[in-house]
């Protein structure tokens, strides 16, 4: 199993995960885990269904990066870290979903002889 190209998107899923639950979408944590759990699966359609996640995920980060960031303007607070870690981390979130989708991790779910 390619355990290194597929640990960021195990960190990613998990702090998503945590942002759903911080935003009243408990409903959502569930779906995460199961992502998670679906990586220990091998079959062919697996890399494309997380990395999908993943990508919907970078939406949301990014979405919550213009909100939260438009408050914060709005308000007159400072912004300007809550923009780099978001970013940030919306960065790390479509790396893992790029990481997943590698054809390396491709061919390993297909079953062939991937590294």
Not at 12 to 35: D, K, M, N, Q, T
Not at 36 to 63: D, H, N, Q, Y
Not at 83 to 111: C, D, K
Request: charged residues 10%.
């Amino acid at each position: 199993m390619p355990f290194k190209r597929l640990l960021p998107a195990v960190l990613s899923l998990l702090i998503i995960a945590a942002h759903f639950y911080r935003a009243e979408w408990p409903f959502l944590v569930p779906v995460c885990a199961g992502l998670i759990a679906l990586l220990f699966v091998r079959l062919a359609w697996v890399p494309g269904v997380v990395a999908l996640a993943l990508a919907l995920g970078t939406g949301e980060w990014l979405r919550t990066l213009l909100l939260l960031a438009s408050d914060r303007i709005a308000t007159g607070q400072p912004y300007a870290r809550l923009v780099v870690i978001l970013i940030a981390v919306a960065l790390f979130t479509l790396l893992a979903a790029l990481s997943v989708w590698s054809p390396q991790v491709r061919r390993w779910y297909a079953g062939g002889s991937g590294t």
